[in-house]
């Protein structure tokens, strides 16, 4: 996919990681650009992270192939498709710098050859914030979802923030947590350390 790359202003990377940071996340409303938190926020926790069975046994069967950050944009792309009042071009492309600078990474499936799921996602230190997922053949992002936490757990993250659930992230047990208690909990994390990789 040719990627149309638009120069995001610098004040504008600077800010949003700042807002990062500070424990917010930006989101687009008509087209705008600003930074929201929620309360409470929802995490999932590696101690409580709920695989449900039948999706664990798909998982073990290997059908896609599993990367990170080979398509980025693709999979910021592809998620923005089916979220458009979420996901402006313009978070697209800020999403992008965040993703060079390393702030941002992607988790894939892949089957013959072919991106067919995704998630995409943003971290500091060791705190890693699911933005967003896709898929396009069955389970997909569910797989990516798995294969995140592993490699989050095994990274040394302290959770996986999804910002507050729905009915589809409800099925992995994610865990509501009090903004002021949140904040404790992520500014610890931001200060600390990990690794996402294969």
């Known amino acids: 996919m040719a990627s149309n790359r638009v120069a995001v202003p610098e004040e504008v990377v600077e800010a949003t990681i700042a807002a990062y940071l500070a424990g917010y996340f930006p989101m687009s409303e008509d087209g705008e650009l600003d930074y929201f938190t929620c309360d409470p926020r929802s995490l999932y ?7 449900p069975t039948k ?3 798909f998982y073990r069967k290997h059908t896609f192939d599993l990367k990170i950050d ?3 944009e693709p999979v910021v792309r592809a998620c923005r498709a089916g979220r458009p009042e979420w996901i402006s071009e313009f978070q697209v492309q800020l999403y992008i710098e965040l993703f060079d600078r390393g702030c941002a990474h992607s988790i894939e499936a892949w089957q013959d050859g072919k991106l067919v799921g995704g998630i995409f996602g943003t971290r500091f230190g060791a705190a890693f ?12 992002s569910n797989v990516c979802l798995v294969y995140l936490m592993e490699r989050l757990q095994y990274g040394g993250f302290h959770f996986c923030d999804i910002q507050y659930a729905n009915e589809h992230t409800a099925r992995f047990n994610p865990v ?4 002021p208690e949140f904040q404790k909990m992520y500014q610890r994390a931001v200060s600390g350390e990990a690794t996402l990789a294969p």
């Open 176 to 179: 509501d947590i009090e903004l």
């Open 55 to 57: 999706l664990r046994r």
């Open 129 to 140: 914030l699911a933005e967003s997922m896709f898929y396009q053949v069955t389970h997909a």
């Open 70 to 72: 080979n398509a980025f």
């Open 45 to 51: 926790l590696f101690d409580c992270f709920h695989v």
